[in-house]
């Protein structure tokens, strides 16, 4: 496919003799996905760093963004895997901010929900447009088909790794 070799191709060699029966492909794809992972991991650091925007109160505004701006704080909790609880402080901070308002639930009154502001929606908006371009640099190494054939062979991957270690079937290739 590529004669090009990368750092993993280097690391894979080193192991070989010390690891005869290494599968090197499968060694190769698992090393190359946790240095995407940091790599990926490191720009979204830096990005909110730059828009001052902690990683928690990124992620809340995420959260809030999926469900069209607008969730009740259980919802929001049960999104983060948070206990409900523990999601008033992070509002309380973004309220504090600019970046969501409380306003009374359009469904039960007795509820109140929460909503991203516009400065809220930039905030967010503006980290996400950062990390996507480098997700699209990195993934325009690949044609649209690549693409489409390597999401669709990690969904497979995948699917084994959400099932339990001793589960007996596992889906099938075809």
């Known amino acids: 496919m590529t004669t ?16 005869p029966d290494l599968d090197a492909d499968v060694e190769g794809a698992v090393t190359r996905m946790g240095v995407v992972t940091r790599h990926l991991r490191t720009v979204k650091e830096r990005v909110l760093a730059d828009f001052d925007l902690p990683a928690h109160e990124y992620d809340t505004l995420h959260a809030l963004a999926g469900r069209q701006g607008r969730a009740a704080p259980s919802e929001l909790a049960a999104d983060l895997a948070m206990a409900p609880a523990s999601i008033t402080a992070r509002v309380d901070n973004l309220v504090e901010r600019g970046y969501v308002r409380r306003t009374p639930s359009t469904v039960d009154r007795r ?24 997700e699209h640099r990195l993934f325009g190494a690949l044609t649209p088909s690549e693409r489409r054939l390597l999401s669709d062979l990690l969904r497979r991957v995948l699917l084994v790794a959400e099932q339990p270690a001793d589960s007996a079937g596992t889906p099938d290739p075809d």
């Open 111 to 134: 509820r109140v929900d929460v909503e991203l502001t516009d400065a809220g929606r930039a905030a967010w908006h503006g980290a996400m447009d950062v990390r996507g371009a480098e």
């Open 4 to 19: 090009a070799h990368d750092s993993v191709d280097r690391h894979v060699e080193r192991w070989l003799p010390v690891l």
